[in-house]
């Protein structure tokens, strides 16, 4: 099983941007199908992004089509989200997560693997 650690969250003003990153350990981090989800205070976690195995496809909410870019580096185990145009309902703690079944999924239930979660905050 994958072990899945989170880093860069953090504070930024509204428009602007951050980059998290997720590094994995264990299994075969390129067998992975990898995802964000984000949870804000009160709301049920909701898909973010998927990308595949290799990287070259990718799958996105609606509600960060075009501000957010997922990608991955198989050779450091890491995927990663860059979020620009930060909103103030961007502010979540952003999980990655690692799924095994075929690509795209953005079912919660299909990730079998999840990291501790990074805090990002937007102010307005």
């Known amino acids: 099983q994958v072990q899945l650690v989170e880093s860069g969250g953090g504070l930024v003003q509204a428009g602007g941007s951050l980059r998290v990153s997720c590094t994995a350990s264990g299994r075969t981090f390129s067998t992975y199908r990898m995802g964000w989800f984000r949870q804000a205070p009160g709301r049920e976690r909701e898909f973010v992004a998927a990308?595949?195995?290799?990287?070259?496809?990718?799958y996105y909410a609606d509600s960060v089509k075009g501000r957010f870019t997922i990608s991955r580096d198989n050779a450091k185990n890491t995927v990663y989200l860059q979020m620009n145009s930060l909103k103030p309902e961007d502010t979540a703690v952003y999980y990655c997560?690692?799924?095994?079944?075929?690509?795209?999924?953005?079912?919660?239930?299909?990730?079998?693997?999840w990291g501790q979660g990074t805090q990002v905050t937007v102010s307005s």
């Open positions: 990308i595949n195995w290799s990287g070259k496809n990718t």
């Open positions: 997560a690692a799924a095994t079944v075929a690509f795209p999924t953005r079912r919660m239930a299909d990730f079998s693997a």
